[in-house]
């Protein structure tokens, strides 16, 4: 596709239900970014793939959140018994990343999660 | 850790003023600087980057000194229009690590 697609764009669950946020990224861009942001916190980092690996997970902010990439390609963000602190919006980036080199991240549009 | 500190907003200027919003850093080595970019229902862009040292980013009338001896990505443009009302995020990258680190965004608004 033409850029990094992101889906639903809005979602509105109850407190304690899980959710799954889906990200497809530009067509062989290797690497894939998952970020958050909100109001109080600003954007923030939350994991890093490259192929289907994760080598930096250290944004998660705790063991409800989890995170899959298969066939080096769309990626799952899943965020279990969701608290009305998880609303935010959540953003998808990829890049050509290769370890090294600090490649352009190009974002989606976000899924907007509202935990009511 | 890495860290960046970017100016305060909101900010309003009226149409064909000069902008800059400051934005200052805090990183070991030799990160890299980008400017991202956030229109109204829009997802973020990226505006323009500086890998080195003295690199000079530009792009859409912006640009930005990769300032080594003051750690600073001051973005500036000499004559804004209303089309640039946004919000505009200081970024950076570490040497070796891959994440991006934000600021905390500053919003823009330009007046007829």
């Known amino acids: 596709g033409a850029g990094v697609s992101q889906s639903p764009s809005n979602k509105v669950t109850e407190k304690g239900k899980d959710v799954e946020l889906r990200c497809d990224p530009i067509s062989g861009h290797t690497a894939l970014y998952w970020y958050r942001q909100s109001l109080g916190q600003g954007l923030e980092f939350l994991i890093y793939f490259q192929g289907n690996s994760a080598p930096d997970k250290s944004g998660l902010p705790s063991d409800r959140f989890s995170a899959e990439r298969t066939g080096g390609s769309v990626s799952t963000l899943t965020i279990q018994r969701t608290q009305q602190e998880d609303s935010a919006v959540y953003l998808c980036?990829?890049?050509?990343?290769?370890?090294?080199?600090?490649?352009?991240?190009?974002f989606g549009p976000g899924t907007r999660l509202l935990v009511l | 850790g890495n860290s960046v500190t970017q100016m305060e907003g909101p900010v309003t200027l009226s149409e064909e003023a000069f902008l800059t919003i400051n934005c200052t850093y805090t990183?070991?080595?030799?990160?890299?600087l980008f400017w991202y970019v956030q229109y109204p229902g829009e997802g973020l862009q990226l505006l323009l980057k500086a890998t080195k040292a003295d690199d000079k980013g530009s792009n859409k009338g912006f640009e930005a000194t990769y300032r080594k001896e003051t750690t600073s990505f001051h973005l500036e443009k000499g004559s804004v229009q209303v089309s640039d009302s946004a919000v505009y995020f200081c970024?950076?990258?570490?040497?070796?690590?891959?994440?991006?680190?934000f600021g905390t965004g500053t919003r823009l608004t330009i007046i007829p």
């Open positions: 980036a990829s890049s050509f990343q290769s370890p090294g080199t600090r490649e352009t991240q190009y």
């Open positions: 990183a070991t080595g030799y990160p890299s």
């Open positions: 970024a950076l990258m570490g040497f070796g690590n891959e994440k991006l680190t």
